[in-house]
């Protein structure tokens, strides 16, 4: 997979030092991902949850903080899928976020 916006996670990741480490090993292992399915994405992280419009919720530091992602994915040999980071914050952040499926 291909995950876009990776200068947003970095950016972030300095901004706060206590996820720093979670938010980089989630990047890395996106980038080596080969997810086809729900199924896959599923299977790397059963906490993770779709919201619709190729948004995905995914939980870290403990539930302390959020990433929405929109996950294209990958299509046979053609294509191997790409990931954009469309959110990451604070779980309060999360929650003023009116309909996630559109961010």
């Given at each position: 997979?291909?995950?876009?916006?990776?200068?947003?996670?970095?950016?972030?990741?300095?901004?706060?030092?206590?996820?720093a480490?979670?938010?980089?090993?989630?990047?890395?292992?996106?980038?080596?991902?080969?997810?086809?399915?729900?199924?896959?994405?599923?299977?790397?992280?059963?906490?993770?949850?779709?919201?619709?419009?190729?948004?995905?919720?995914?939980?870290?530091?403990?539930?302390?903080?959020?990433?929405?992602?929109?996950?294209?994915?990958?299509?046979?040999?053609?294509?191997n899928?790409?990931?954009?980071?469309?959110?990451?914050?604070?779980?309060?952040?999360?929650?003023?976020?009116?309909?996630?499926?559109?961010?």
């Amino acid at each position: 997979m291909r995950v876009l916006t990776k200068a947003t996670l970095r950016k972030y990741a300095l901004q706060h030092p206590d996820v720093a480490t979670e938010v980089m090993v989630l990047y890395d292992d996106m980038q080596r991902a080969d997810w086809h399915t729900a199924a896959d994405v599923k299977a790397y992280d059963p906490g993770a949850r779709y919201v619709g419009n190729e948004r995905w919720i995914f939980n870290l530091l403990r539930n302390r903080y959020r990433l929405i992602v929109q996950i294209v994915f990958a299509n046979g040999d053609n294509f191997n899928g790409q990931i954009f980071v469309r959110f990451i914050g604070t779980h309060a952040e999360y929650d003023r976020i009116f309909d996630a499926s559109v961010i």
